[in-house]
């Protein structure tokens, strides 16, 4: 892995009426033409996203949208797809042609303080008001408007203001999303003793690692521990080698009941999808959610979701393993409803649980914004891993490392 992931950049998105200047604003920050540019409303169609380093920034991904005010069906249902994205957004840029401050911006600023996004409202196309009258439709700072909201007055033709967004962008970010938290390195002492457990199964492709393990060693060398990796087959001779039991051990969740089994219970031991819960979401609201996995009845729905797509093996976690073992859980056959992509779905209230996968690919806010669409609808959510642990009898070992999950999940099965 030479870059960093989508799932650890920052998301950007720029919003707006159609010939507002997205496009042309998304080409000028990234300095390459990453969207087509044209004065026919409505060329930007279907989202565009660009990955790039951008200084102060660092990694980030950038999403052009098509313009809020499309009209007709199919341009209405573009304006719907643009207010989804803004649930993968990070930081949001209104854009606006200096000139226009109506209903339509007036909505999308509401619409991004609902979801608790910050946002800059850019005043684009400035060059060409340098002529005008000092009455706009727009004034400087449009009515209503949060004093905290940054307001820009920017072109993308000339540059003008890009440095002032830039460093907006970087202003109102959110701290978490600038500066990630560590995956696991924090669970071990100084110069501690990682032991990774990695299955070479069809899920890893020759040569490669899965994401989570490639991230898992990133982190550990960042927090200066030691870092050695084995297969499960291997495990028992790996423990026999080492002069001291590792400070950790983190397998995989599909070969967590083996590991179990061959690692002595006085060595701290969790999964990837454990430590994923927690990076990229609310631990404990997960435990919580994998406890209401043993109140599952026959004939129940489960909404499997994946956050990106993917040809399915013919052992397929999401597919074929987790359905089984949830209907062990259950007693009986349940129906089973599969998602997939960068969209959460809006009938997931109608389901008795969600079981997420571990999201590696999306960022922590839109694992959160997941899990509160989901709470809100009140349909209790966890993940993969976390809900094969549940079922292979070791949660509460693999929880053990994080005492709030733990007390979540045992708080919340006593409860049953």
Not at 286 to 313: F, K, N, T
Not at 325 to 331: F, N, P, S, T, V
Not at 358 to 376: D, H, N
């Amino acid at each position: 892995m030479t870059e960093a992931p989508k799932g650890l950049r920052l998301h950007i998105a720029l919003f707006g009426r159609r010939n507002a200047g997205k496009s042309s604003l998304l080409n000028a920050l990234s300095g390459q033409p990453v969207s087509i540019v044209s004065d026919t409303p409505g060329t930007t169609t279907d989202p565009v996203e660009k990955t790039l380093e951008m200084a102060p920034l660092g990694p980030v991904v950038f999403l052009d949208t098509a313009g809020l005010d499309d009209d007709g069906e199919l341009g209405r249902l573009r304006a719907e797809r643009s207010l989804e994205i803004m649930r993968r957004t990070d930081v949001a840029l209104l854009v606006t042609d200096g000139r226009i401050w109506g209903r339509t911006e007036a909505a999308a600023a509401a619409r991004l303080r609902s979801l608790a996004i910050p946002f800059v409202v850019v005043r684009n196309k400035a060059d060409a008001d340098s002529g005008a009258k000092e009455t706009t439709d727009a004034p400087d700072r449009p009515e209503g408007l949060d004093a905290a909201v940054p307001v820009i007055r920017a072109s993308a033709r000339s540059g003008l203001g890009l440095d002032e967004i830039r460093a907006a962008i970087e202003r109102v970010a959110p701290e978490s999303a600038l500066r990630q938290p560590p995956l696991l390195s924090d669970l071990l002492p100084e110069q501690g003793v990682l032991l990774l457990v990695v299955p070479l199964d069809t899920g890893a492709p020759r040569g490669r690692l899965i994401l989570p393990q490639v991230q898992a060693i990133r982190d550990s060398l960042d927090g200066r521990k030691i870092c050695l990796a084995t297969t499960d087959k291997d495990l028992p001779a790996a423990l026999l080698r080492l002069k001291e039991a590792p400070d950790l051990v983190v397998c995989d969740s599909q070969v967590v009941h083996a590991v179990d089994r061959e690692t002595p219970s006085d060595i701290p031991m969790t999964t990837f999808s454990v430590l994923m819960a927690r990076f990229k979401g609310d631990l404990p609201a997960l435990a919580r959610g994998a406890a209401a996995l043993g109140r599952l009845h026959p004939g129940d729905s489960v909404l499997i979701q994946e956050a990106c797509s993917h040809h399915p093996q013919h052992d397929d976690i999401g597919r074929v393993k987790l359905p089984r073992l949830l209907r062990g859980l259950a007693g009986g056959e349940l129906h089973f409803r599969m998602a997939a992509g960068k969209e959460f779905p809006d009938s997931a209230g109608d389901c008795a649980a969600v079981v997420h996968c571990g999201g590696c690919v999306i960022t922590r806010g839109q694992m959160l914004a997941r899990l509160r669409a989901a709470t809100e609808a009140g349909c209790p959510m966890t993940n993969y891993g976390l809900a094969i642990s549940l079922a292979q009898g070791v949660l509460a070992r693999v929880l053990s490392p994080f005492p709030d999950a733990l007390r979540a999940y045992r708080k919340a099965r006593a409860q049953a």
